[in-house]
């Protein structure tokens, strides 16, 4: 229904435009004479303007929903200087071609259409283009923002629900390490700390927003070691580089571990020596460059499906940074996932 609509509003708009142009510039002159003491007045029209008029109108037509189109790229993340330089030139492109045709054997002999006329005409539909398409991507861009305040409430109800299941768990948590007699048995007091800290990340750490990135890297830390509880003691070798002194810049939390837990599930196989690295680059105040890379087991793939994880990173990525994180994926002998995020939040510590 909204598509018919606009359909056909854009249809009126262009014969209503049309007819008043051609009406209202055409007149070459009035003609009065007087018939039995009546005056009548007779308007002469130029047709050669009124075709010059209609070939401004085509080509205005092109340019307004090309110069649309242009707009509409930013949805995808497009770079806006490239949409600016790209409308001027659609602009630029379709006057030229007017002038072109005004210098045509066919033309030249005729009345000339005013230069002020065919671009005041071509301007007014640039800008009315330029307009509706800003337009339209404001009306995206707040159905996307309700749809997130919509999304976020629920997800917020849904925590409030489920409030009392995390708080209890992490409680018994507790009272399980305090049980436990570290000097017998330290590989389960540990396992049990680790978990214990992990819960308590998710649960109280992460709820006031971004966190420093020294605390994501811990929580892969300890996240790693319990993955590592599931294979005998040299089947998994995790390796964790942390390069440069930037540790306290603002992450979103949990934007890594996907990737980590993805090389566990897909790169670690029982029975099989494994290598995972993971690798933090903080050599500079406002760039976090992260790289993981696992080997890969065919009898995995099939097993556990292709990482649809890895897909929802990617869209996680795309509304937390847009166009401030470049995400590569290589995968040959080994499945390497290469991120950088501009995080421009830094409260860096040397």
Known sequence: MRKWYEGSANILFWLLTGWLLT??????????EMIDGVETVKIVRNFDIVARLLIVICISLIMFYSNIWNIMRLKVGASKIKVIIISIVIFVIGYGFFRIIEILPVFTQKIPLPLSLSSGTMTFYYAISTTYGIGILWQHSENIRQKLDLEKKQAELSLL???????????TLNNLLAMVDQQENPTLAGALTRLSGLLRYVVYDTAAGKVPISREIEFIRNFSELQKLRFEKDEVCFELNIKGDFTEQLAEPGIFIPFVENAFKYGAEAEKVSHIMVSFDL??????????????????QKL????????SSRERLKLVYPQKHKLKITKNESFKVELEIETHESNSSR
């Open 161 to 171: 629900r489920s409030q009392l299941h995390p708080h209890f768990l992490f409680n």
């Open 23 to 32: 009406n209202s510039f055409s007149v070459q002159f009035h003609e009065v």
């Open 283 to 300: 050599t500079q105040s406002t760039v976090i460059r992260f790289e993981c890379e696992n080997p890969i087991h065919p009898a995995l």
């Open 304 to 311: 556990n499906g292709n990482g649809s994880g890895i897909e």
